[in-house]
């Protein structure tokens, strides 16, 4: 089984309001992963968790803020985001960091719209 | 700044020939290279993983590296209509302190298969 889920599937907020992303796997992998996915781009690392620790920090902006309770669990807490940050977000997990357990699994995105 | 570069076709391929798809990535300490596949509007779905030079093949694909070159391709053999997809070349190297690192995308190739 290498189902990464995420809720919600669609989510649109206005610029003020206060939402949160989910990610779940029970895969027992220790390291998730949130990206970023403009249309027709590729999709863009946000964040690393290793080991429930936040190891990567790709210079995003504040009003992103990742949390991870457990090794199953990831979440996305956004605050007053702009119209720009309209995207696909993108969950992943791999069993590990290291070379050759690092494949890494993508859940089915979240699609958010700023208005 | 790591660099992984694709061209972004549209690659058209006759159903039942052999599409050959390709990547270049800048970073010499690159360890790990993944291919996914991303149909419109989905998450990315692993095709395949190499991390060594030479070929690896499962099923209808085939991964090549070469890290001399710094190249990576996928050959996708008795192409099918479903084949038809944008296909994301992804490049992991070692992260900081040798931990955990995101994936660092090519731009992808659309790819069509033509009944």
Redesign the interface.
């Known amino acids: 089984d290498?189902e990464v889920t995420q809720t919600p599937k669609h989510l649109v907020m206005g610029m003020t309001n206060k939402k949160s992303l989910k990610c779940e796997q029970h895969m027992g992998h220790r390291?998730m992963?949130w990206?970023k996915q403009k249309a027709k781009?590729?999709?863009?690392?946000m964040f690393?968790?290793?080991y429930e620790k936040l190891?990567?920090n790709?210079s995003v902006p504040s009003r992103f803020s990742p949390e991870c309770p457990n090794s199953s669990l990831l979440n996305l807490h956004l605050h007053a985001l702009q119209p720009e940050d309209s995207a696909?977000y993108?969950c992943a997990s791999s069993p590990s960091?290291g070379?050759?357990t690092?494949?890494?699994?993508?859940?089915?995105?979240t699609r958010l719209t700023v208005l | 700044q790591k660099e992984v570069e694709q061209n972004s076709g549209p690659l058209s391929v006759p159903e039942g020939a052999i599409a050959s798809l390709n990547c270049t990535y800048s970073d010499r300490g690159s360890q790990s290279f993944f291919w996914y596949r991303q149909y419109s509007g989905k998450s990315p779905e692993l095709i395949m993983s190499i991390y060594s030079n030479g070929d690896k093949e499962d099923g209808r694909f085939t991964a090549q590296l070469n890290k001399a070159s710094q190249y990576v391709s996928l050959l996708i053999r008795d192409s099918q209509p479903s084949d038809s997809a944008t296909y994301l070349c992804a490049v992991k190297g070692l992260g900081s302190g040798g931990g955990a690192d995101g994936l660092t995308f090519g731009k992808g190739t659309h790819l069509i298969i033509q009944p």
Do not use: M, N, W
């Not at chain 1, 781009?41 to 690392?45: A, D, G, N, R, S």
């Not at chain 1, 690092?102 to 995105?109: A, E, L, R």
């Open positions: 290498t390291a992963y990206y781009k590729p999709p863009e690392l690393v968790y290793s190891s990567i790709e696909l993108l960091a070379r050759g690092d494949t890494q699994y993508f859940g089915p995105g």
